[in-house]
């Protein structure tokens, strides 16, 4: 039974990095449309509320404004999710007292970009790390595939915007997104 279950972990875990490598080598269309963020968010983080009730994680989330938009919700749905999702796997590793996540949203004050900051306070990304972290096939996690991060960039990039990182070792680690308002999308390209 034990090798039965170890033979399923890997598996999922192989299957999980051929859908993220296919995922990022393939051109993918953008369904542009006129959203809101907050909406993203909220569907985003609805799907970890069992996983951070279970892991102990508070998840604050500071949302000024709708978002109001053009992009393509399902993208950044899930850019959405591998950041948080990352931020919650880097709490559970253990060794912070406290462990939470927030995530914010707002507008510049030229009312032209919409940002969102997903942050949390657990160990923290080294500079070294953090100069690779958007290069495919880098990971630190065991059993990672490397691809998460990288497909954040590249679907941010589709949308016009920018991800940036800002972290200390200790200090937890904090991401950044810029997107414009009402630039078109181009297409994803591998």
Not at 46 to 74: K, P, Q, V, W
Not at 151 to 170: N, Q, Y
């Amino acid at each position: 039974v034990e090798y039965a279950r170890v033979a399923l972990e890997e598996l999922q875990r192989v299957e999980r990095s051929v859908s993220h490598l296919l995922r990022f080598a393939r051109d993918e269309e953008m369904g542009i449309s006129d959203l809101c963020m907050s909406d993203v968010l909220d569907s985003a983080l609805e799907t970890f509320r069992d996983r951070l009730e279970r892991t102990g994680i508070a998840l604050e989330r500071h949302i000024d404004c709708e978002g109001a938009m053009r992009g393509d919700a399902e993208k950044l749905r899930r850019v959405v999710i591998n950041l948080v999702g990352n931020a919650i796997d880097a709490l559970a590793e253990g060794g912070v007292t406290d462990p939470r996540i927030e995530v914010a949203m707002g507008e510049n004050l030229a009312g032209t970009e919409v940002w969102v900051r997903v942050k949390d306070n657990g160990p923290g990304i080294d500079a070294e790390a953090q100069r690779k972290l958007f290069s495919p096939f880098y990971t630190s996690k065991a059993g990672g595939t490397g691809l998460g991060l990288a497909i954040c960039r590249k679907l941010v990039d589709a949308h016009g915007g920018s991800i940036e990182v800002t972290s200390a070792p200790g200090s937890g680690a904090e991401f950044l997104l810029t997107f414009p308002k009402t630039r078109e999308a181009r297409e994803v390209e591998p």
